[in-house]
């Protein structure tokens, strides 16, 4: 049944591969037409095996309807990204050898899991990752002209601290960790570079206090504030990291997206606000675990170890983690409104 199962996801990826998704919301942005996405699961569109609970049900569950790899019950951020920039999403690299399979749009290097170090999952990290990135270039795959007119998004949400911490890192080496990490992010990112893409969008650290992983032991009230102060930390390091690179090059090659600002911003939207809806208890996910030590899409013995809420587009968090499609659409629309400035 198993077997069935990833077979009949295949097929079903075979079809978005022919005929690729774009989100609801589209436009030109300044002839950039390819996009390459490095980092984890708030940009993967596919890369994990089929063990990630991304393939499991009930992800996928808004879009396209079934599992597809994407951690959310449909789009992600990276497919906001490309909707701005007019394009289709990028193909995942792993199907970039499928029949019909279209890399006109970029590709998608990112898997979920993942960080700038190695995490707790057995996938690409992000130098892993660009090293992939370089293989297509040396195949010719994109000319010179394909990269200049391409941008790169890099994304991590965290992953590096969920290790950091399992592996008993203690609170007081967190500084520490945070500046190396930061550190070969710089690295990573002057690597992109030097492969010649001439805008380099970093998306920095959500305010991690307010994930439902953190908010349950809240009740779902209230965020961490050692979480989000975690966070502020991060993304002041990594300010001045991006500009000591852009004080490197002639031009502004390196932007941040400032993910803290508008995760906070979606979530308190109100619903008189063009284009967004008011979210219902922002800070609960709408696939929650039954019982401890479980996660959305966990089965044990047939039996479901999760519920889900009767209207996705009512919650800003899909999981414990990752936002709903439509809390990821208000965090777009959040930025959008400077995206033009910044890109």
Request: net charge positive; with cysteine; charged share 20%.
């Amino acid at each position: 049944m198993e077997k069935q199962s990833h077979f009949l996801i295949i097929v079903c990826f075979c079809l978005f591969i022919c005929f690729p998704t774009t989100a609801t919301e589209t436009g030109p942005a300044r002839g950039l037409t390819k996009l390459f996405v490095f980092g984890d699961s708030y940009v993967d569109t596919g890369n994990r095996n089929f063990s990630a609970r991304s393939w499991n049900q009930p992800y996928g569950l808004t879009f396209p309807g079934r599992p597809d790899g994407r951690y959310s019950d449909g789009r992600v951020f990276s497919d906001y990204i490309a909707s701005w920039m007019g394009i289709r999403s990028p193909i995942p690299y792993r199907w970039r050898k499928m029949e019909n399979a279209s890399i006109e749009y970029g590709m998608n290097f990112a898997f979920g899991g993942t960080g700038v170090f190695k995490t707790l999952v057995s996938a690409p990290n992000m130098t892993v990752q660009i090293d992939l990135f370089q293989k297509q270039l040396q195949k010719t795959l994109y000319s010179k002209a394909d990269i200049n007119s391409s941008i790169a998004l890099v994304s991590m949400a965290g992953n590096d601290y969920t290790a950091y911490l399992a592996r008993n890192g203690t609170t007081e080496g967190l500084s520490a960790f945070t500046k190396a990490m930061i550190k070969q992010l710089g690295l990573n990112l002057q690597r992109i570079e030097s492969l010649g893409v001439r805008k380099i969008v970093v998306m920095n650290l959500q305010p991690l206090g307010c994930l439902p992983s953190e908010t349950i032991s809240y009740l779902y009230k209230n965020c961490s504030t050692s979480g989000n102060s975690l966070s502020l930390v991060h993304n002041q390091v990594l300010e001045k990291t991006v500009e000591k690179l852009n004080n490197k090059s002639k031009e502004s090659v390196f932007v941040i997206l400032d993910m803290y600002r508008a995760f906070l911003s979606a979530m308190k939207k109100e619903a008189h606000q063009p284009g967004t809806m008011k979210f219902k208890d922002q800070l609960m996910p709408c696939c929650e675990a039954v019982t401890t030590g479980y996660k959305c899409g966990n089965v044990e013995g047939g039996k479901k170890m999760y519920v889900v809420c009767n209207n996705s587009n009512s919650k800003f968090f899909w999981d414990d983690v990752h936002p709903s499609q439509a809390g990821w659409r208000a965090v777009y629309l959040a930025l959008k409104s400077s995206a033009y400035s910044y890109i």
